[in-house]
């Protein structure tokens, strides 16, 4: 299994990102995906997840905010996250989320907020 995350950078308060999340190694539509993030000195907290029949679920502090898809025929996942928040800073992953437990985690990707 390989997750690869891209689409992170900086930007200024209140402005916009798309992240993405290429699956391989999976059968990808079979399963529920969580993109989570984990800022400097605070553990992974799950922000959005999208089951298998397109569901969508958030976090408070990203309700509104954010917007989780899938393309399951590209086996990737998205996160469109816009009015973005300089607590929103963080390296931002996709995995596996419900049973089964998660898959090797990837290298995520850096999203830096600044006010």
């Known amino acids: 299994v390989q997750l690869q995350a891209s689409g992170g950078g900086l930007v200024q308060a209140g402005g916009s990102l798309r992240l993405s999340c290429a699956a391989s190694?999976?059968?990808?539509?079979?399963?529920?995906i969580g993109w989570y993030r984990q800022a400097p000195g605070k553990q992974r907290e799950l922000v959005a997840r999208?089951?298998?029949?397109?569901?969508?679920n958030y976090a408070n502090s990203v309700k509104g905010r954010f917007s989780i898809s899938r393309d399951n025929a590209k086996n990737t996942a998205y996160l469109q996250m816009n009015s973005l928040k300089p607590e929103d800073t963080a390296v931002y992953y996709c995995?596996?989320?419900?049973?089964?437990?998660?898959?090797?985690w990837g290298q995520g990707t850096l999203v830096t907020v600044s006010s």
């Open positions: 995995n596996r989320w419900g049973p089964g437990g998660s898959w090797p």
């Open positions: 999208i089951n298998v029949r397109g569901d969508e």
């Open positions: 190694g999976i059968t990808f539509s079979l399963n529920a």
